[in-house]
């Protein structure tokens, strides 16, 4: 009898390491959202950065807001920073 309680409780250690260690090296839920939406904003600045880019060799100046670039030249990722 003692020895399926000592079985039972080395069994549950193992499974506590390792799920500690599996959450320890892949990151918490709240760490990957952040990644994920880190990636997300560095794709909508490089997207930005190329409408003006663009948008300079069409006309050989700045936009002065970004009203100019919207619709064909401009079109990110439909995520609200604000409520992050």
Not at 15 to 35: H, L
Not at 46 to 59: F, H, L, P, R
């Amino acid at each position: 009898m003692i020895r399926h309680i000592i079985g039972i409780v080395i069994l549950t250690v193992v499974v506590v390491v390792v799920a500690v260690w599996g959450i320890y090296f892949s990151g918490s839920p709240m760490e990957n959202r952040n990644i994920r939406y880190d990636e997300i904003r560095l794709r909508d600045l490089n997207t930005i950065k190329t409408a003006v880019d663009d948008y300079y060799q069409d006309y050989y100046k700045l936009p002065t807001t970004i009203s100019p670039l919207l619709g064909n030249r401009l079109q990110l990722q439909n995520c609200d920073y604000n409520q992050l």
